[in-house]
C-alpha cells in the first residue's frame, strides 16, 4: 500500500515516531542573505564586474609613459603619470604615450625594424654635396617626448609626431649641412659637420609649437662617399704623407745644420776665449818686464856668451838695440855653420 509522505509529515514534522510533535508542517526558512533584499549587493557587485570585464574603466601607466585622457573627444591638459586611473568608458578614453628616449638609426643595415634593444633602424640619408656629388649619410638620434606636453602634441599632430617631426626635419638639416662642404672635406671634417646637424637639429624641433620633443644628441656614424671621390681623397692622403716626409728631412738637415753651426760657434768661442786668455797672460808678462829685470837678462845671456867664448871664440851675438828684444847668440864652429844658439834677456 502506497504511503502518502504528506500525511507523514503532518503526523510528524520531524520525520520521528514521536507522536507530542503533531501540527501543521512548516517549512525552514532561507537564508537572510539569500532573500530579496541580501542578494542585491551580489547583484550590484555582479554587475560592477561585468561592466568592468566589459568595458574596462580604467587604466594602469607604467614607469617611462603618460597618459592623455580625452573626455567626448577633447585632449585634457593635465597628463596622467605612472600609476592607477579610473575613468567613465564610453564618455572618456585614455591614450598612452610612450615618453622614454628614443633612438633611430639611419642606416644601411636592416632597416624597416628593431633590433633587440628596441631601436628603429631607418634607410641612410641620400645628400648631394656642395659640387651635386651623392653622398650618403648614417647616423644616430636620440629624442623624446615631454610628458607634460604629450597632450599637446598629440592633439596637434597625432599619434604619428615622429613621422611629421623627426624624420623630415633630421633629412632637411643633414642635406642643409652637407651642401656646405665639398666631398672630400667631409672626413676630415666630421665632428664640425656632427656640431652643425646637433645644432640645427635642435633649432628646428625648438620651433614646433609648444617644444614638445627634446633632441638628447645626434652622433654622425658614416660618410659614403662616391669611388672617384675615394680614390682622389687617397691620392691626395698619399701626396700629403710624401710630403710630410719630405718636410721632415727638411726640418732635420735644417736641425743638424743648426747642431753644425751651433758646435763651430761654441770652437770659435773657445779659441776666442783662449786667445783673450792667452793676451791677458801676455799682457801681465809684458807688465812684468821691468827694466831692471830686461838688464838681468842681459847680463845671464853675456855671461853665456862669456863662457861659449872660452870654448869658441868664433862665436857671434846679435844684440837687438837699447836692449829691448833678447840678445841671441850662435856657437860657429871650424865649417862656419852654426852648431849652437842661445836666447838670452
Avoid: C
Avoid at 801681465?284 to 867664448?309: D, M, W
Amino acid at each position: 500500500m502506497a504511503v502518502d509522505m504528506n500525511d507523514y509529515f503532518k503526523k510528524n514534522p520531524n520525520g520521528s515516531n514521536d507522536n507530542k510533535f503533531k501540527g501543521e508542517f512548516t517549512p525552514p526558512k532561507m537564508p537572510e542573505w539569500m532573500s530579496g533584499k541580501g542578494l542585491m549587493p551580489l547583484y550590484i557587485g555582479l554587475t560592477i564586474l561585468f561592466f568592468a570585464i566589459l568595458f574596462r574603466p580604467f587604466v594602469i601607466i607604467n614607469s617611462g609613459e603618460t597618459g592623455i585622457l580625452v573626455t567626448l573627444g577633447k585632449y585634457e591638459k593635465e597628463p596622467l603619470y605612472p600609476g592607477f586611473h579610473l575613468f567613465m568608458p564610453m564618455i572618456q578614453k585614455v591614450i598612452v604615450v610612450d615618453t622614454k628616449i628614443r633612438i633611430i638609426n639611419y642606416t644601411s643595415e636592416d632597416t624597416g625594424a628593431l633590433d633587440k634593444r628596441g631601436v628603429a633602424k631607418m634607410a641612410p640619408i641620400q645628400v648631394l654635396d656642395s659640387r651635386g656629388l651623392p653622398v650618403e649619410v648614417e647616423l644616430t638620434i636620440q629624442y623624446s617626448l615631454s610628458p607634460e606636453k604629450a597632450a599637446e602634441a598629440i592633439a596637434n599632430l597625432g599619434l604619428n609626431w615622429e613621422e611629421k617631426t623627426i624624420h623630415p626635419n633630421v633629412r632637411d638639416v643633414v642635406r642643409s649641412v652637407i651642401g656646405n662642404f665639398k666631398a672630400e672635406e667631409l672626413p676630415t671634417k666630421r665632428d664640425e659637420i656632427a656640431v652643425h646637424i646637433t645644432q640645427n637639429m635642435q633649432s628646428a624641433i625648438a620651433k614646433i609649437k609648444g617644444q614638445p620633443i627634446t633632441v638628447s644628441s645626434i652622433q654622425l656614424r658614416n660618410i659614403a662617399l662616391p669611388d672617384k671621390v675615394k680614390e682622389q681623397i687617397e691620392r691626395v692622403q698619399i701626396a700629403n704623407q710624401e710630403a710630410e716626409r719630405t718636410k721632415y728631412e727638411v726640418e732635420r738637415a735644417k736641425q743638424e745644420a743648426q747642431k753644425a753651426e751651433e758646435t763651430a760657434r761654441g770652437v770659435a768661442q773657445a779659441k776666442i776665449i783662449e786667445a783673450e786668455g792667452q793676451a791677458k797672460a801676455n799682457d801681465l808678462v809684458g807688465r812684468s818686464l821691468t827694466n831692471n829685470l830686461v838688464k838681468l837678462k842681459q847680463i845671464e845671456a853675456q855671461a853665456k856668451f862669456n863662457e861659449a867664448l872660452k870654448e869658441n871664440k868664433d862665436a857671434k851675438i846679435f844684440l837687438t838695440p837699447s836692449g829691448a828684444m833678447p840678445s841671441v847668440w850662435m856657437d860657429v864652429r871650424g865649417d862656419d855653420k852654426p852648431t849652437k844658439a842661445s836666447v838670452g834677456k
